[in-house]
């Protein structure tokens, strides 16, 4: 079996150097205002390009920029920059949806991947797109046997992108659905006039709503109140049907989430790609990612329509259902290299033995610390740094001054 490729998202540098701690093989980000993400505070700018691709590169991963809104007349020479940028720095394809920027990137020999936002769910839409692109995520709401079909369509046919070989064919394995198909959704634009098409999103789905009969003004019942949030998406514990299905990226939703996410997902599927490639994929592991996954952010799972459901399934709550929270309660003040030592000021909380933690930073990533030992100030060992103080204690890897400490906290 092919080993496939983990695609992981990336909305700042503790982010992207989370991917490729945690085994991705290629990462996603967007600059500016031209994606799917322009609203959010999780962006990489024009400036900090160059230095996001050098860092993939020299780690052996791919870097796709998002250029995948609607785009206006107005907006034709800012695309246009940014492409000539995405080809001075490097990077390795353009995620695009629109017909002005697939062919802006086309002319400027980048490679192109087909967005979801295209909602390509079908072999003759795929051929089209095949004279400019070399992969494609096809719509969300398909389900395995119509992703298989597809696939086996570009072997009989030989459907090739510009590089000459057969298109390949992207999925999303993890991450928030939206209620719309493939994303296309309206109620930001209408409720705020901010277009989640143009990566304004502001999530009115999210919140909880009551159905109330016109007529009588009652209630109606209904499951719960979160009629629009649907559940996140989680594949593991069917990896292999989709591997089956021919595809050959896995691609990871969450540019708007933390770097722990980033890292913990992406490990995840790292694995179990890994395990189905070497025939050890099991039940066990199963399990294993399963609790792994549920400690970071998340809606609650459902494995979205690729098992063959029409209709969504829906969280049960506002907000996370992580069986782990993260809390600051501090930040280092000093690493030492040869002792692999970290120097901690305690701000908030303690710090105890036996507490798992998370040390992030831009230039650090993240790093997951189990306390086997605390020494004080005065490098005596101690059961506890108590808030207000400064100690010490051992990592796995190098983390740097001014990094962030965080103490892992079962819900």
Same mark, same amino acid.
């Given at each position: 079996m092919q080993r496939l490729e983990v695609l992981a998202p990336a909305g700042n540098f503790a982010c992207l150097r989370a991917a490729i701690q945690g085994g991705a093989d290629s990462v996603f980000l967007g600059v500016g205002e031209l994606n799917m993400r322009a609203s959010s505070n999780t962006n990489f700018t024009v400036e900090t390009l160059p230095e996001a691709v050098a860092l993939c590169h020299e780690a052996g991963v791919k870097l796709y920029l998002t250029v995948n809104t609607i785009v206006y007349n107005e907006e034709l020479a800012a695309v246009r920059e940014t492409l000539e940028l995405a080809k001075r720095t490097g990077v390795d394809a353009i995620i695009a949806s629109d017909q002005a920027v697939i062919a802006m990137a086309h002319d400027l020999g980048l490679r192109i991947h087909l967005s979801t936002q295209l909602s390509i769910s079908n072999t003759e839409s795929l051929k089209f797109y095949s004279h400019w692109a070399d992969v494609a995520v096809l719509a969300r709401e398909l389900s395995i046997d119509q992703v298989r079909k597809i696939t086996d369509d570009i072997r009989a046919q030989n459907i090739c992108g510009p590089s000459g070989e057969p298109i390949k064919i992207e999925i999303f394995c993890h991450g928030a659905l939206c209620m719309a198909i493939s994303g296309k959704?309206?109620?930001? !634009?209408? =409720?705020?006039?901010?277009?989640?098409?143009?990566?304004?999103?502001?999530?009115?789905?999210?919140?909880?709503?009551?159905?109330?009969?016109?007529?009588?003004?009652?209630?109606?019942?209904?499951?719960? =109140?979160?009629?629009?949030?649907?559940?996140?998406?989680?594949?593991?514990?069917?990896?292999?049907?989709?591997?089956?299905?021919?595809?050959?990226?896995?691609?990871? =939703?969450?540019?708007?989430?933390?770097?722990?996410?980033?890292?913990?997902?992406?490990?995840?599927?790292?694995?179990?790609?890994?395990?189905?490639?070497?025939?050890?994929?099991?039940?066990?592991?199963?399990?294993?990612?399963?609790?792994?996954?549920?400690?970071?952010?998340?809606?609650?799972?459902?494995?979205?329509?690729?098992?063959?459901?029409?209709?969504?399934?829906?969280?049960?709550?506002?907000?996370?259902?992580?069986?782990?929270?993260?809390?600051?309660?501090?930040?280092?003040?000093?690493?030492?290299?040869?002792?692999?030592?970290?120097?901690?000021?305690?701000?908030?909380?303690?710090?105890?033995?036996?507490?798992? !933690?998370?040390v992030i930073g831009d230039t650090t990533g993240v790093v997951e610390v189990v306390v086997n030992e605390l020494r004080d100030d005065a490098g005596n060992t101690c059961p506890v740094l108590k808030k207000g103080t400064i100690g010490a204690f051992r990592t796995p890897t190098k983390v740097r001054k001014g990094d962030k400490v965080f103490l892992r906290v079962k819900v």
């Open positions: 959704c309206y109620l930001s !634009l209408h =409720e705020a006039n901010r277009s989640a098409n143009r990566g304004a999103c502001v999530q009115i789905c999210r919140r909880s709503y009551e159905l109330r009969d016109t007529e009588s003004d009652n209630a109606i019942e209904v499951d719960n =109140e979160y009629l629009m949030s649907p559940k996140d998406l989680k594949t593991i514990h069917f990896l292999n049907k989709i591997a089956d299905a021919g595809v050959s990226i896995l691609k990871i =939703e969450g540019r708007a989430r933390s770097p722990e996410y980033v890292l913990t997902v992406v490990k995840c599927y790292r694995e179990a790609a890994d395990a189905l490639a070497n025939g050890t994929w099991d039940e066990a592991q199963i399990a294993d990612w399963d609790a792994r996954l549920a400690s970071v952010f998340n809606r609650g799972f459902w494995n979205g329509y690729y098992l063959g459901q029409r209709l969504g399934e829906w969280s049960a709550q506002y907000g996370s259902s992580a069986t782990e929270k993260k809390v600051q309660i501090g930040q280092i003040r000093n690493f030492y290299d040869r002792l692999s030592v970290a120097e901690v000021q305690v701000r908030s909380e303690q710090i105890a033995t036996g507490d798992s !933690l998370f």
